[in-house]
């Protein structure tokens, strides 16, 4: 996005949004202020969306101060008891894999959209985690969760929506301004409705004495152990539980969906990758198992590929908002007073030419050292930076590689005619790629 290119706009820069927002584009800049001082920039701002939608700041990307660090604690806590982004979840993703390929099968060489399939097996990851159980092909219910939570997030971070922040009587003017609120919050609604029924099931059938087996049962256990004492004072309400829910089922699903969607697209956009991937795939690995995440060791050509796929094909065309939890004195040469708007764009950096040379091409190869070995990059971070920063990296990053190597152990993948699809983005909370069809071919 032009709008946001360091090269036009220095690393550092404010917009009017209209409250004065600072944006910090540089990686440097981002490393002394948003990661050496990321306490004073991990706050978040009130809007009026999160007003409008759930009535408050609640959840895990909302909230800020004591409430937040005491459930962002109980969320790792709980997430590493249930194994996630481990062992555990690696058995999931190959169960669901196996399914993936069996759905893929089906079609037969015929063109095929991916996202709906993405969409089961990886809503279905998530899905384990918070509630403890998946779901069959043919329940409908993360698949109305996806869609609805689509509706939400179109009009979510929309520089319109961003406007009623400063003029709340603007959503008096839904029509004219086409701001589509009546579309979101019918959306949120059943949302929120859907998840306080699965909360009564969940009540209704826990056993306290058992080890949660969900991300629900963990949070209502720690709901009555707390509730002689800091129970309010840490967050732990059902209104929290439902929103934290929430947050991190729509976290977990349509962001890792698109990871997967750019990674598909380069890799018909670019045939020589695919090659190469499936040579180093059959060399290491070979057919007769499943890929594990320890073969990334193994794997140098596949994780430079999807580094390269994370820098070009990031999510978030513009980062969640943050704020200032106390006055910073020196911010680059600036001061800035609690509680002023930040945008930590971590984007800017994968596009940098300071950092990448022809930035916008797309060469693995940037990754690999002389000897062939996959280096790290630690200046690409789609999951951002500081304290603020994703909380379901590990589970992300897991899921990308083993659907990723799957698709491709199984299938060699062409375009749905003459030439590939192009790689074109949609834009809106979130960055896209645009729909596309391709075949797939039994190896
Ligand atoms: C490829 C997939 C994903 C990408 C690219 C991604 C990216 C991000 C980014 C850029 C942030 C904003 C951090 C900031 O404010 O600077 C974020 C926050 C967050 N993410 Fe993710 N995310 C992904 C998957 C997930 C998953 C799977 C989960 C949960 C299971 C998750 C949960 C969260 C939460 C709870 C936050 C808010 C953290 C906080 O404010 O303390 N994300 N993510």
């Avoid at 603007?170 to 409705?193: S, V």
Wanted: charged share 25%; net charge neutral; proline share 5%.
């Amino acid at each position: 996005m032009a709008f946001y290119r360091k090269s036009k706009y220095g690393g550092i820069f404010t917009l009017w949004l209209p409250y004065p927002t600072i944006v910090i584009a540089d990686y440097d800049m981002l490393k002394r202020n948003i990661v050496k001082n990321g306490e004073a920039f991990s706050g978040r701002p009130d809007t009026f969306i999160m007003d409008m939608l759930v009535q408050g700041n609640f959840g895990l990307f909302f909230m800020e101060n004591i409430w937040w660090k005491a459930q962002r604690r109980f969320t790792t806590h709980i997430f590493r008891s249930l194994g996630v982004g481990q062992a555990g979840t690696q058995d999931t993703i190959s169960s669901l894999a196996t399914g993936l390929v069996e759905k893929i099968d089906v079609a037969k060489d015929k063109p095929i959209e991916l996202r709906p399939l993405l969409v089961h097996v990886v809503g279905n990851v998530i899905h384990k985690h918070l509630f403890g159980f998946t779901r069959e092909w043919d329940e409908k219910e993360i698949h109305d969760f996806h869609i609805a939570i689509n509706d939400v997030l179109e009009h979510f971070t929309s520089p319109k929506t961003q406007l009623l922040d400063a003029w709340p009587w603007l959503a008096y003017l839904d029509k004219p301004l086409a701001l589509g609120i009546p579309n979101a919050t019918r959306a949120n609604d059943a949302i929120l409705q859907s998840l306080e029924d699965a909360l009564r099931k969940h009540k209704d059938g826990i056993n306290y004495d058992e080890d949660p087996s969900s991300y629900i049962d963990g949070f209502l256990k720690e709901m009555k152990a707390r509730a002689a004492e800091n129970a309010l004072a840490d967050g732990f309400t059902e209104k929290q539980l439902i929103v934290a829910i929430y947050d991190l089922y729509s976290a977990g699903m349509e962001t890792i969906i698109i990871v997967i969607r750019f990674a598909m697209l380069y890799l018909v956009n670019f045939p020589e990758t695919q090659q190469k991937i499936i040579n180093e795939l059959d060399e290491f690995v070979g057919r007769e198992r499943q890929v594990v995440m320890d073969d990334q060791k193994l794997l140098p050509y596949t994780c430079a590929f999807l580094q390269e796929v994370y820098r070009l094909g990031y999510v978030l065309p513009v980062n969640f908002l943050r704020s200032t939890l106390e006055n910073v004195e020196n911010c680059e040469g600036y001061r800035l007073k609690a509680g002023t708007r930040i945008i930590a764009q971590f984007q800017s950096v994968h596009v940098d030419k300071k950092h990448f040379d022809n930035p916008e091409e797309f060469r693995p190869e940037r990754y690999l050292n002389e000897k062939g070995e996959y280096i790290r990059d630690e200046r690409i971070n789609p999951f951002s930076m500081g304290k603020r920063s994703c909380l379901g990296e590990n589970l992300a990053r897991m899921e990308v590689f083993l659907y990723f190597c799957t698709l491709v152990q199984n299938f060699e993948w062409y375009p749905d005619g003459a030439v590939a699809p192009k790689i074109e983005v949609i834009t809106s909370s979130l960055r896209a790629p645009k729909p596309y069809k391709l075949r797939a071919v039994r190896r």
